[in-house]
């Protein structure tokens, strides 16, 4: 390893070759200089890491110098030394940059020292830029790829959404034949059943309308993530829309021995503007949840009050209720709770998130309330006017 090169300047010859005796004495290779001109010719030459300077020099004085030089190299390790006391020139050396200010006649443990701690400052600096330089380029690099992965991820999150979309789509139409001939068969209306074999066809048709309602639920994902989902406003009442929810679900809530009830409360009059579809599955969504929690003999309540600048849906049941770790993350998409009534999870977990999001569009909100054991209460408030609110 080449020695460091150190830059001594004064406009006394024997000053210079005592100085450079002294840094040679420790292993420094010393460029001498009279003046600043001589000075800044022998920096080009030999890239000092250290310079001891005169203040008093003939011409440029050695704190122009010192400005001179930081400029080449900001992190010089410099020591400045001065024939007297002088305390503002001190000041105006170190603001300047320089590491220390020294009076003639100099000892040479003195000036080592001073030199010494000042080329560690410099090394200790120079291996911080050096290490900060590769953390940046670690960064940069480790960003690049994270930008390429999220990208990557992107895609194919937009190809999984087009495929279900596709998926789902399929599955609609021969759902709807097999719904529509069941229906016909448990008519009558192609020959005479038996008990066995009408229990038999309920049982398939209830499993067809669970598939359906989850590849709906799937299929209304696939327009939220796109941004495909729009509202459509309209005129409509709130309690006809309870009531058929309700009428929809009474046949199920009488096989599983649940107390299925609409109830309609506050009425204040004033017409309801909001998209009926959407507000009709977000009451499918959380009836169904209801009943897939509460056991033979609860109770799920359905009620709606229509306020002044509101309207507010309740449903409500005596079911196992929703644990308080589980009360946000259940309108997480494909997320589940504790298991229903019988332990068997059933559907995609999606029917939560879904109705939250339909609210939202809505410029509504969702709450759930609950006490383990004894039952959970949603409720979700959307204005009578979601046309100027959402």
């Not at 059933?346 to 879904?354: F, M, P």
């Not at 006490?371 to 409720?379: A, H, L, M, N």
């Amino acid at each position: 390893m080449s020695a460091e090169s150190v830059l001594v300047v004064d406009d006394d010859p024997a000053v210079r070759r005592q100085l450079a005796a002294m840094l040679e004495g420790q292993g420094f290779r010393v460029a001498e200089a009279e003046d600043a001109a001589s000075a800044l010719r022998q920096t080009k030459a030999v890239a000092p890491v250290g310079a001891v300077l005169d203040v008093m020099l003939p011409g440029p004085d050695g704190v122009a110098l010192l400005s001179w030089l930081k400029a080449v190299d900001p992190e010089l390790a410099v020591v400045m030394l001065t024939g007297q006391t002088d305390l503002k020139t001190a000041i105006t050396c170190l603001t300047k940059g320089a590491d220390g200010f020294l009076v003639k006649p100099v000892q040479e443990s003195e000036l080592l020292a001073v030199l010494r701690r000042a080329l560690d400052r410099r090394r200790l600096v120079l291996d911080n830029q050096v290490h900060q330089r590769e953390l940046e380029r670690l960064v940069e690099e480790r960003t690049g790829e994270l930008r390429r992965a999220t990208e990557r991820l992107r895609e194919l999150d937009q190809l999984k959404s087009e495929f279900v979309s596709r998926v789902s789509h399929e599955l609609r139409s021969p759902l709807t034949v097999m719904h529509t001939n069941l229906a016909v068969m448990l008519e009558r209306m192609v020959g005479p059943l038996t008990e066995g074999q009408e229990e038999l066809l309920r049982s398939c048709q209830d499993n067809i309308d669970r598939l359906s309602r989850m590849v709906d639920n799937v299929l209304d994902l696939a327009r939220i993530e796109s941004g495909r989902m729009e509202l459509l406003a309209a005129p409509l009442d709130p309690r006809h829309l309870v009531e058929a929810v309700v009428g929809y679900f009474a046949p199920t809530a009488r096989e599983r021995g649940i107390h299925l009830t609409a109830e309609a409360g506050v009425a204040k009059s004033g017409t309801v503007w909001a998209d009926g579809d959407k507000i009709h599955q977000v009451l499918m969504n959380l009836v169904d949840n209801a009943l897939k929690f509460t056991p033979s003999d609860g109770l799920v309540r359905v009620s709606v009050d229509v306020l002044d600048e509101a309207v507010r849906f309740t449903v409500s049941d005596t079911g196992v209720g929703v644990a308080a770790q589980d009360r946000e993350r259940i309108f997480e998409p494909f997320t589940q709770g504790r298991p229903p009534v019988g332990g068997k999870r059933r559907g995609a977990g999606l029917g939560l998130s879904i109705a939250r999001t339909l609210v939202d569009l809505h410029g509504g909100s969702v709450e759930v309330s609950s006490e383990d054991g004894k039952g959970s209460i949603f409720v979700f408030v959307i204005p009578r006017d979601c046309r100027t609110s959402a």
